[in-house]
């Protein structure tokens, strides 16, 4: 049923203008429209990212958004601390940690969390 429909990231955040920061300035997302004060939605290739004002912003301790980035992620990682964003670090079975990349045979991961302690992965496929 929901196999052919756009699936869109729904992040809670405790302060727009403070996302607003992170999402334009720091991980260089453009705006698809936003929503009287409310909310803004990006664009993410073809997916869309939405935040929006909420009591529960900080309360998902887990990956919330992934993004699928291909052989870019050592450059995406560099471009990213370069803008002051602090990557994780787990203890995970079967990777290895390089810097702040995750290896598991072919597949690198990252993550990082945005000001509300969202947690954004990175995977190369």
Known sequence: ?????????????????TARRF??????????FEHAG?????????SI??????????TNHATAVTWVVGDDMIS???ALKAKGVAFE???IPGTTLDGDIHRTGDLELAW?????????????G
């Open 49 to 58: 990212v939405l935040v929006y004002a909420s009591a529960n912003a900080g």
């Open 112 to 124: 990082f969390r945005d000001p509300d302690g969202n947690i954004h992965g990175l995977a190369s």
């Open 76 to 78: 995406l990682v560099e």
């Open 1 to 17: 049923m929901l196999g052919d429909k756009l699936a869109v990231a729904t992040l809670p955040v405790r302060d727009l203008a």
């Open 89 to 91: 670090h787990y203890e």
């Open 23 to 32: 999402y334009e300035e720091l991980v260089g997302l453009e705006i698809a």
């Open 38 to 46: 409310s909310a803004i939605a990006y664009k993410a290739g073809p």
